[in-house]
């Protein structure tokens, strides 16, 4: 795969990012594992991920996690509609001096990016390290393309040892709260444990299983709904407790170590997302030929 080409683009961005961002587990809480996540404020780093995303967008990432150009766009009136399509998700450029764009600052470009960056941090987890979940991840679900859009904001099929289960991710990102964005997000967790979302987690699972190896396919239909992982991420800056007993944590199903915490505090919330927008509309040239 040659590095100047659009998947060599790729393809760097997301090497660089599973050899920068470091993920530590901190001392289990007996409500859930928290893991702390570090390195995306690296100039190199937060390009990275920029770049990382226009290629997920552009098709460059399979469901299966390998590189393969054949979606891409490409062209000068793909080139132009892949531009209106970046500049929807995190606008033209950083100026928001209107409480309109602030709104979209805060409602649509964080909280897609933060998205963005929990897909990323999940496509990398086909490792043997896999730190992420506790095994590698067998197939993702695509990167929602609208920054409001309804559903799981992640979903993979992950194997540990034999057996295959599944993840469901949600992402929250607020500078100053953190803490409750946390509970925010748990409360799909505890709509899912009430069987609310049974039939989209069948849909779901049927989507990924085509990307299978047969073995793995044949535990989709009777096991891996026994076998949930939930994954709340947050993004934040202002510091808070990740290792604190969350009783919303603590009343759902899954076992402690099958409720991943991801904790990003940010030292420059906004300057991370002003950066990483900005290298994704300067991708758009390097990914769509």
Known sequence: MMSGTPLGVVAAALKHITESVDLCPLPRSDSHTPIRVSGLELPDVTRAFGRALVGVLAGAVRTDLRLAARLLATGIDGRAEFVGNVRTLIGVDNDFGTAEAILFRDTKRNAWIAEGVLHILLAVQDQASADLL???????????????????????????????????????????????????????????????????????????????SDDLAAQVASAV????????????????????????????????????LLVIQLQDFYGFFDSVADTMRDAVNEIVV
């Open 134 to 212: 506790g095994g590698r991840i067998q197939a993702l679900r695509k990167v929602h393309t609208r920054p409001t859009q309804q559903g799981f904001d992640a979903v993979a099929l992950y194997q540990n040892g034999d057996e295959l289960s599944i993840a469901i991710g949600e992402s929250k990102a607020s500078r100053e709260d953190g803490s409750g964005q946390l509970t925010e997000a748990t409360q799909i967790f505890k709509h899912i444990d009430l069987g609310e979302y049974g039939l989209q987690l069948r849909q779901e699972l049927e989507a990924l299983s085509e990307h299978l």
């Open 225 to 260: 709904l026994k076998r949930l992982c939930y994954v709340p991420s947050i993004v934040h800056e202002k510091e808070f407790d990740p290792g604190k007993r969350r009783e919303t944590l603590a009343r759902l199903r899954p076992a402690v170590d099958r409720k991943r």
